[in-house]
């Protein structure tokens, strides 16, 4: 079930655009706001949402934090965590890609709260949700913008709430392990072709298994790389075959 995202009393109209921006960008759309400024057709907000002032950005309600208690499964989001067991409101928390591993597994509705730009949600706010998320930062400088925030958490979120991608799955199109057992085979053959000494092929196997492991290789880069290995040794046993019949003279 996709989160919905809630920004807590936002004084600036360009970042609940951008914040409208990023939901869209990563398949969310129900934008809720808590005591929001006034946001005008032609100001900031719908000029940073993009192609999200059509739909997500006006469709968005007008709440109280209150009702998102009471409504939803609330995730508080903040900069800080005084990570100290004896300090326990805002400990312990996860990480947005942690809690994109638990919200795959829990069927229930839930907001993401943002808070205020300048000092983010009150400890009595943080107090009240039932989880808190934090992006690890610098020590030194650790309070991201608002909107920069929410883009890197929305992102993170994205295998819970994007269907589909404009971009290929790469993992999914790795060619699978019968092609490459092919091409190690073929590989091997052009060890014993081209003369290669006995005793280091093991070890050269091992370096280019290794060598096409990391590379997770589709299915037609291997083919291609199988058919360059197979012609080298084609090439190689015509050389030796022709060496053999000049020696039998």
Known sequence: MKPAVAIVEPKTPGNIGTIARAMKNFGMDD???VNPPEIERDGDAYGFAAQARNDVLPNYDEVTFDELVENYHTVGMTATTNEDASRHVRFPFKTPRELADSLAEVGTKTVLIFGREANGLTNDEL?????ICSIPASA?????NLGQAATVTLYELRDVTVEQRQLPDVE???ANESEIEGFYDAFADLLESSGHPEEKRPKAMRMIRRVIGRAHPTGREITT???IVRRANQRAEASDARRMGCNDR
């Open 127 to 131: 107090a009240r949700v039932d989880e």
């Open 31 to 33: 934008l809720k706001l």
């Open 172 to 174: 999914r199109e790795r």
């Open 140 to 144: 030194e400088y650790p309070a991201l």
């Open 225 to 227: 790389l199988r058919g």
